[in-house]
C-alpha cells in the first residue's frame, strides 16, 4: 500500500477505489493493465505509473526508514485508523504515526487558532482546557506556533492525550523551535501525518494536514483566527464533514477575533464562551456513565433498531435521510424508528434531522 502513495496522479480517493475493485495493493500492481482501465478514473498514465519499478524501490526505502525509526502504520481499513476519519472520502490510504497514542476513547477535539495569539486567546485556550479534564478528550493539534501549541502544552499539563498533526514526514520537524516539546508530546499522545519521511515542510501541505485535523475529531474549536487563515479552513473542512463546529467570540476591534466573529455571525460555527457550553453542545454530560437499564435497551433492539444502531455508529451526528438510505428503510419508518429510541434513551435528536447515539 505503501507504493499506491508514491504512484503520480493517482491520490487516496482513486487507490481506494482500486482496492476496492481489485482487492489489495499487491493484486493492483500484478492485475492486467486492460481490467484496470475499465475502472472510472484510471487512464494510461497511472497505469505507467504502477508498472513504474521505481516506485516500489521508493516503498521499500520509507518501509526501512519506518521500521527504523519504529514508526506505526495505520491503513484505512484498519482498526487502529481513527474512525471518524475512515468515514471522509478523501482521507488519506495509510498514517504514520509516533508516540503513545491510543484512539479508542471516543471524545476527540481539534482545538486550532492563529500562529499570532493574544494573552486573551492564550488564557482562554489554557482554561478551556483545564475545564474538560472531567470529560478526558484527545486534544489534536497542528502543533504550530500560538494556539496550537498552546492546546498541546495545556493538554499534557493536565493530564489529557494529545496528538500533533504534522504537514510533513517525520525526518523534519516545523516549526524547529518546538523540537523541544516532541518528547513530552510523545509521552501523552505523540504525533500523527500522511506524509513520508522525505516530504519537507511546505506550506501547500497544510489543507492535507487540516482535513485530518478536522477528519479525525468529533468537533473542531477556533481560538482567535483573522479574517483569513487555516483555521477557517480547517473549519470549513469540518463543516463539510458534518462535524460540529465552535468558536471563541472576541472585540469586533480585535484583528484576531475577526475570523471567529464572522463564523459565528454567518452561522458556520457555535459560539462558546466555556467548557460547559461545548460539553452540552456535545452531549458530553450524558455520556459520563451509561446506566444498566440503558445496556439493557441496547441489548433488546429489534432488527430494525440494530440496523440504525449500526448506521450511526460512533458519529457525531448523521442526518434522517443518509439513515434511512443506508439501513434501507422508507423514511417515515426510520423516522418512526427514532421518535420510539428516542423516548427510550437511546438516540438523541439534533437540529435539522440529525440524530446520534445516546452513548
Known sequence: MLALQRVPGLGDTLSKKLLNAVGSAQQIFSENPRSLLKIEGMGNMRIKGLKDKQVLSFAEQEL??????????????????????????????????????????????????????????????????????????????????????????????????????????????????HRRYMPLIEDFGGFITEFWSDDPFDRKNFLKRNRIIAGMSEATVVIESAEKGGSLVTADIANSYHRDVFAVPGRSSDVQSKGCNHLIKSHQAQMITSASDLIYHLGWEQEKIKTTAQLSLFQNLSEEEHRIVKCIGNESRKHLDEISIKCELPTFRTAALLLDMELKGLVIPLPGKFFKINQ
Do not use: M, W
Request: one cysteine or more.
Open 64 to 177: 526501512k526508514f519506518i521500521q527504523e525509526h519504529n514508526l506505526e502504520v495505520h491503513h484505512f481499513k484498519g482498526p487502529s485508523y481513527p474512525e471518524r476519519l475512515k468515514q471522509c472520502l478523501d482521507a488519506p490510504i495509510l498514517l504514520f504515526s509516533k508516540g503513545n497514542i491510543n484512539l479508542n476513547n471516543s471524545r476527540v477535539l481539534s482545538i486550532v487558532g492563529t500562529r499570532n495569539a493574544t494573552s486573551y486567546g492564550v488564557r482562554f485556550c489554557e482554561r478551556l482546557i483545564h475545564e474538560l479534564r472531567a470529560v478526558n478528550p484527545i486534544i489534536v493539534s497542528g502543533f504550530a506556533y500560538g494556539i496550537d501549541i498552546t492546546a498541546q502544552k495545556a493538554a499534557q499539563r493536565n493530564g489529557l492525550q494529545t496528538i500533533g498533526c504534522l504537514a510533513h514526514g517525520f525526518n523534519t520537524i516545523y516549526p524547529k523551535k
